[in-house]
């Protein structure tokens, strides 16, 4: 199996790259951004349950996330691998993640990170905000979601480096350009 996590800060194009990787390698795309608006817009009791969190910018409990996630490989049993796209986030939830893991005698096979700067981020998740109409995307929000990605991704970027799992890519230019040096450094793992 192989099991790849995508980090880059919201707006860094994390969610189409990882759509792009699921489909050219045959993995299961995991979003727990997805996940959570699906259930936002289909008001379920899930979706009750984290809006009101989204909308200030602040994380999901890791509990609610790691339930989310198990049943996603669950119903994925016999997946080649996944992808995943936002999570983990904390040192505990990728301890969470290698346990889960650890159940099916699976691991992290690679950990890429999309490089973009704060400023660009900021003008691209505006410029969504406009086209989108999303709530979750104003400017003190934007700004919140980027303090709690650099305080608390930048740890899982050392953890992962530790285990030498680790590589990234700048996050700017055209999506397929992007993409090419994406697949560069995961054909390097598979």
Do not use: W
């Amino acid at each position: 199996m192989f099991n790849f996590i995508l980090f880059g800060p919201p707006g860094s194009g994390k969610g189409t790259q990882s759509v792009k990787i699921a489909e050219k390698y045959k993995l299961v795309h995991i979003s727990t951004g997805d996940i959570f608006r699906k259930n936002i817009r289909e008001k379920t009791t899930l979706g009750l349950k984290v809006q009101a969190i989204i909308e200030k910018g602040d994380l999901v409990p890791d509990a609610l996330l790691i339930e989310i996630l198990e049943d996603a490989l669950l119903q994925h049993s016999k997946a080649r691998g996944f992808v995943f796209d936002g999570f983990p986030r904390t040192i505990q939830q990728a301890h969470d993640l290698d346990t889960m893991l650890g159940k099916k005698n699976e691991a992290v096979s690679l950990v890429l990170a999309l490089e973009v700067g704060d400023e660009e981020i900021l003008k691209r998740l505006l410029k969504r905000a406009e086209i989108e109409g999303r709530k979750d995307d104003t400017k003190e929000v934007i700004e919140n979601r980027i303090k709690i990605y650099n305080d608390q991704t930048q740890p899982l970027i050392d953890f992962y480096k530790s285990k030498k799992k680790f590589q990234s890519v700048k996050g700017i230019g055209g999506i397929d350009q992007i993409f090419a040096e994406v697949c560069k450094l995961i054909d390097r793992f598979i």
